[in-house]
Nanobody, 111 residues
């Protein structure tokens, strides 16, 4: 069974950067597709970026060119590098694999 731990959130100024990490456990973690979702106050959870076990990537239109998803299978970690952050990026960010969610990490972008 996979378990996930998200980290790396914080408070940052507009156009600043953060890198989120999702550390997974489980024997087959590197074989799974991994997603990053976010949920802003009063809104539903939305897909931000996804990476397949083979290295394929997709991004939400709102983050293309600013966010980069990557993974280090040896460390069982998936990263979300977030650059040029905007106040609209403020949300709780969640890592997701199969039916398992991380606990979430808060990202706040101050204008």
């Amino acid at each position: 069974q996979v378990q996930l731990v998200d980290s790396g959130g914080g408070l940052v100024q507009t156009v600043g950067s953060l890198r989120l990490s999702c550390v997974g456990s489980g024997r087959y973690y590197s074989s799974y597709d991994v997603d990053w979702y976010r949920q802003a106050p009063g809104k539903g959870r939305e897909l931000v970026a996804s990476m397949t076990s083979g290295g394929g990537k997709i991004y939400a239109d709102s983050v293309k060119g600013r966010f980069t998803i990557s993974r280090d299978n040896a460390k069982k970690t998936v990263y979300l590098q977030m650059n040029s952050l905007k106040p609209d990026d403020t949300a709780v960010y969640y890592c997701h694999v199969l039916v398992t969610w991380g606990q979430g990490t808060q990202v706040t972008v101050a204008s």
